[in-house]
């Protein structure tokens, strides 16, 4: 393309880059992919694409964090051209065109023109710039959470992203048309379609078969909180602390609405504001720690309550008793996972740790309000950790985070056992139930039975998945037994263990 002859151009060029993921400080990013597309303005149409790997300098720099994010190993860019093979190209697409794509401004834009100087040329210029990440923030609202590209597109059911730089662009530009649909609708009738705006909690597509939608990798750990108010669910003080993100997708989220700062309507509170949720959960905490000084719970006199799990019921005997650890005999391996990616495993003298903990006291039991970016309510709940527990696990973060961080990692290891003495007096620990979807259904990853007053235990049955039913259930201040496995996640430069519970056995209320 001949800069000279730029000004002339109106078409945008929607791209997007893949990078490495620097270890350390200062390190700096390598393009790994570029993608790109013109688009006609006045229709939306595709005029022109192009995409392709890039080798960067040093192959060493393609680090396992980054191969987990797009998939992009070393071996895949081995034979690509390396970013000057392609520059003509990527300057010919971009100079003199108007640039868009999602939070181009702070990273891809910087990268562009790093790249161009790194090879001693000229980088291209824009004839202007849409980031859609601050202009959805600004038009639409933070409707569909924290605004990443994989939200938007799952709140319009256009399935999951890639993270390839073509796929992320035609992503990009159909959530702009969605987007601008909804708010041309909203502006047609705003007294129907903005007083009460109720929105779907998941995609309208189906997804695959026998998905579940909380592995270890890709399930809840991507969006900020959202506003507390009283159309968006509130968020468990216990999961901040857990330093958890959440994909709040609002049931019913109202469009934003600017007020004017002299009018009488009363001043709406600051939606991030989380004083009063704090001090609410810190007096429950405090009422439930006072009960059960009070009344201690009592111990069966003639069987111990994990070996009556057990032997009732078979197919557990890989999981072991809290003093059947040996701390030192805790160890990891590396195992293959999807889409060629791997997992750090967890071992107990060579074999898979899982753990059976007798009498766990619930601390916080499931909120119904939480879903994950599937649309399906997040099941997870807290309960108080034991010192051997705690131990045990602070033993296996030790090793997995070692061996995560030998082997390349830079991402944030978070402790599974979560220590809060501001809120409650015990450690805690987060269970999580996996959801199996399958189609429009879903049901739930865990068995769970219920022992009653002499010692039977049964399995509960569920016609249908309930989340109101299963969170009576596992409310606060119950007790169970616990059958889980410990899994590791890395999740978008976050990573740490999770329990991922198999079977629950609930005890009768005292």
């Known amino acids: 393309m001949n800069p000279t002859t730029s000004g002339d151009r109106s078409e945008i060029c929607f791209f997007d880059l893949e990078t490495t993921i620097p270890r350390r400080r200062g ?25 392709s790997l890039v080798r960067p300098d040093e192959l060493s720099s393609i680090s396992l964090d980054s191969v987990r994010f797009n998939g992009i190993t070393r071996d895949a860019v081995a034979e690509a051209p390396s970013f000057s093979d392609i520059a003509e190209e990527v300057y010919g697409f971009l100079h003199g065109s108007v640039w868009a794509g999602h939070n181009i401004v702070k990273f891809d834009c910087v990268r562009i023109r790093e790249a161009f100087e790194k090879i001693g040329r000229p980088a291209p210029e824009p004839k202007g710039i849409i980031d859609s990440l601050a202009l959805l923030t600004k038009k639409f609202g933070r409707r569909a959470g924290d605004m990443k ?31 601008a649909t909804v708010l041309f609708l909203e502006s047609s009738l705003p007294d129907i379609f903005t007083a009460d705006c109720a929105v779907s909690p998941g995609p ?22 959202s506003s507390p108010s009283k159309s968006v669910p509130c968020i468990s003080l216990m999961d901040l602390e857990n330093g958890e993100d959440h994909p709040i997708v609002s049931l019913q989220t109202c469009h934003t609405v600017e007020v004017n700062s002299d009018a009488t309507t009363p001043a709406q509170s600051d939606p991030f504001d989380m004083t009063q949720l704090k001090n609410e959960i810190k007096t429950e905490a405090l009422k439930l720690d006072a009960i059960a000084k009070e009344k201690p ?63 766990l006291r619930v601390r916080f039991g499931i909120n119904p309000k939480f879903v994950n970016q599937a ?23 030790a090793v997995a985070k070692k061996f995560s961080e030998d082997h390349g990692s ?31 259904t879903a049901q739930y990853g865990t068995e769970i039975h219920r ?24 409310r606060t201040g119950i007790s169970l037994d616990a059958f889980f496995s410990l899994d590791t996640y890395y999740y978008q430069q976050s990573a740490g263990i999770r329990l991922v519970a198999k079977k629950l056995v609930i005890h009768p209320s005292q």
Request: aromatic share 8%; net charge neutral.
């Open 149 to 179: 590209m994989e939200t938007l597109a799952n709140y319009f059911g256009l399935g999951k992203q890639t993270h390839r730089s073509l796929d992320d662009v035609r992503m990009n530009l159909e959530v702009l048309k969605y987007c």
């Open 375 to 397: 649309g399906w309510p997040r099941l997870s709940f807290l309960v108080d950790a034991t010192p051997i527990f705690c131990e045990i696990l602070d033993s296996c973060d």
């Open 27 to 51: 390190q700096g990013f390598s393009i790994l992919e570029f993608g790109a597309i013109l688009v006609c303005p006045k229709r939306l149409v595709e005029l022109k694409s192009f995409a």
């Open 297 to 359: 719970e009592p111990q069966s006199p003639d069987i111990s309550p994990a070996r009556a799990t057990v032997e009732g019921c078979s197919g557990y005997a890989g999981f072991l008793e809290l003093d059947e650890v040996s701390t030192t005999s805790i160890s990891v391996s590396i195992t293959s996972h999807c889409r060629g990616t791997h997992r750090i495993k967890l071992l107990h003298r060579n074999v898979a740790l899982q753990l059976c903990c007798p009498r």
């Open 204 to 225: 309208t597509t189906s997804t695959s078969s026998k998905l579940y939608s909380e592995s270890p990798i890709l399930d809840m750990y991507t969006l900020s909180p």
């Open 410 to 440: 830079s991402s944030e290891w978070r402790h599974v056992v979560i220590r809060n003495y501001s809120y409650v007096n015990n450690p805690t620990v987060r269970l999580h139930i996996p959801t199996i979807v399958n189609g429009d």
């Open 451 to 474: 022992k009653d007053q002499s010692g039977n235990v049964q399995q509960y049955i569920f016609d249908k998945f309930d989340v109101t039913k299963l969170s009576n259930l596992l």
